[in-house]
Structures are given as C-alpha cells and as structure tokens.
C-alpha cells in the first residue's frame, strides 16, 4: 500500500481551513468532487465556499449516502446542500446526488448509471468511522470485496441505522487525490489502524489509497495521537 502523507493540525478549526483550502483550489482549476458525509466536512464545505463562490467548472459526486430523502436531516446531500450548495454563487456543472429515496439497491443501480463512462475523479474527500469505516465500507462487509462494480447497497454498520448507498472501493480509489479528514480522540485508535496499520478488513480505511495519484489526510492531534512517532 503506498503511504499516506499526513498533515496533522492543533484542532479541528485548523483542519477545516486546509481542506476548505484545497476544494476551493479544486473549485477553481476544476474537475470532478467526491463529498463525503458524515459531520466532520461540515466546517470545510462552508468555509471552501468563501474564497470560491464559483463552482460552475466542477462536477459533484458522492461517496456514500443514506437511504432517507434529500430533505432529511441524516440525508448526506442536505448537509452539503446547507453546508456549501446553497451559499455558492455559481452551482457546479452537475450535482450528481445518489437517490438515498429509492432505497439501497435501486438507488446503487440508478448511481451506477450516473457514473457510467465517468472518467478517474480529481478529488476524493473521505471521513472516518471511530470503528474505521469510510463511505458506507463497514468493518468486515462484504461489499468491500466488490470489485466488479461502482456502487453498491448496503445495510447499515454504524449509525444512523438506515440502509446506505455506497460506492466501492475500486471507484472510490479510481481518483487523482483521495483526502481524508479527521479530527476528534474518539477516532484516534482507527486512524492509527487506517493510516498507518496494515491493510485489513476490519479497517475499511487501511484499504482506502488513491489509486491515480496521492492519498493524504488532514488530522487535528486528538486524532492523530495513536500514530506511531
Ligand atoms: C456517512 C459517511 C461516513 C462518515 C464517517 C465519519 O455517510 O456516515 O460518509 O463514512 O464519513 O462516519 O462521520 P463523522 O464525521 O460524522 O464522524
């Protein structure tokens, strides 16, 4: 596995800026976004949004979503709707939502179509799981052994307990740049195991390394406090 070039900050105020820092970067050079969920991104949508209000030469994907409808609060897409979405000036070139409404399977076949031809994203934003999950990869799943398909359904691993969306490993890893963000001492134990353990089944995250390109990860010190020295 390639190594993970980690930047740790003093908290996750600082962490939010560096990353709100490169999608503002990605905003303007263009090309194609992979949001993650979760809360952690909250901060960095907002804040990427300020120094580029200007969107249009960027597509918009994700890497996961819950099967709840758009307008709900565990939705994914809301969050990055409020959080970065509605304060643009200009709006991406697409906004590629997976349909959490149809359900796990219909919504993967549906996404599968939308990403079919799609090219190696620029840009993959992932969070982690205090249990080492990203996307909606959870420990042991099997669909982290899927490899003949971009998306899958799949039940819920951690919570909110709602059936989810996912995207696979290969398509996740099919980017440029793949960024992790993390901060807070509750993931400080899989962040150790997800960037610096072996690769392994029970942290999706050790399994997650850009294939195109580097994989990098902003952590503030809570996080990063079980790294080896
Ligand atoms: C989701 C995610 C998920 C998330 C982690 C971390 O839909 O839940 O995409 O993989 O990134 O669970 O989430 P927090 O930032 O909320 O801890």
């Given at each position: 596995m390639s190594q993970v070039d980690i930047r740790v900050v003093a908290d996750a105020d600082e962490a939010a800026h560096l990353v709100a820092e490169r999608l503002a970067e990605q905003a303007r050079a263009g090309g194609s976004v992979v949001l993650t969920g979760g809360t952690t991104p909250r901060m960095a949508y907002e804040l990427g949004t300020q120094p580029a209000p200007d969107w249009s030469r960027v597509e918009l994907w994700w890497g996961d979503e819950r099967c709840v409808p758009p307008d709900d609060e565990r939705s994914n897409f809301a969050m990055a709707k409020a959080a970065l979405l509605d304060r643009l000036e200009q709006q991406p070139a697409a906004v590629h939502r997976m349909r959490g409404e149809l359900g796990p399977d219909a919504g993967a076949e549906e996404y599968t179509r939308e990403l079919a031809g799609a090219a190696t994203f620029d840009l993959v934003l992932l969070g982690l799981g205090p249990?080492?999950?990203?996307a909606s990869l959870f420990p042991n799943f099997p669909t982290l052994d899927v490899a003949d398909r971009d998306v899958v359904g799949s039940g819920a691993g951690h919570e909110p307990f709602v059936d989810r969306i996912t995207l696979t490993l290969p398509r996740l890893c099919n980017t440029r740049e793949l960024l992790f963000l993390v901060t807070g001492e509750d993931k400080a134990e899989a962040v150790a195991r997800a960037l610096a353990g072996e690769p392994s089944h029970e942290t999706p995250g050790s399994l997650a390394r850009a294939a195109q390109g580097a994989t990098r990860a902003v952590l503030d010190r809570a996080a990063a406090a079980r790294l080896p020295g």
């Open positions: 249990d080492g999950h990203i």
